[in-house]
């Protein structure tokens, strides 16, 4: 079970997204391990390859204000079924240590373990060598 408060804030951040060309709105959550909510919406742009991800924009968020660990990704969207995180957005999720990614469709739940998602993220630094 998780909290009524994500599933209410994911949903709600729908309304915050920019999405003018592709007309398909995210949001997410990155949840820290100590509980702290970071929101992200996908942007936009007419370049399409500036686009960011709502996923991104979450944990950006987050290590904005000092995070360099997120626990958790909440996600929903405004398709029709349920939306999954790109290879980027995979890719930055290993960076900052997502354990798990829970997708959020009309009142379905759907939790997926993240190395499940993303088994073999690269990573070309030595363990002693990351930030902590």
Excluded at 29 to 55: F, H, Q
Excluded at 58 to 77: D, M, P, Y
Aim: aromatic letters at 10%; one cysteine or more; proline letters at 5%.
């Amino acid at each position: 079970m998780i909290p009524k408060e994500w599933v209410d804030l994911v949903k709600d951040g729908l309304k915050y997204s920019y999405a003018p060309y592709s007309g398909i709105k995210v949001s997410a959550l990155a949840i820290t391990p100590d509980g702290k909510v970071y929101r992200g919406v996908n942007v936009e742009n007419s370049s399409l390859g500036l686009t960011v991800c709502a996923e991104r924009v979450a944990i950006f968020n987050a290590v904005a204000n000092g995070e360099r660990k997120i626990k958790t990704i909440v996600l929903t969207s405004s398709l029709d079924e349920p939306i999954y995180p790109c290879g980027a957005c995979l890719q930055v999720m290993s960076e900052f240590g997502v354990e798990e990614v829970i997708i959020i469709h009309g009142d379905k739940i759907i939790r997926h373990d993240f190395r499940e998602l993303f088994p073999r993220p690269f990573n070309w630094r030595k363990e002693e060598n990351r930030e902590k």
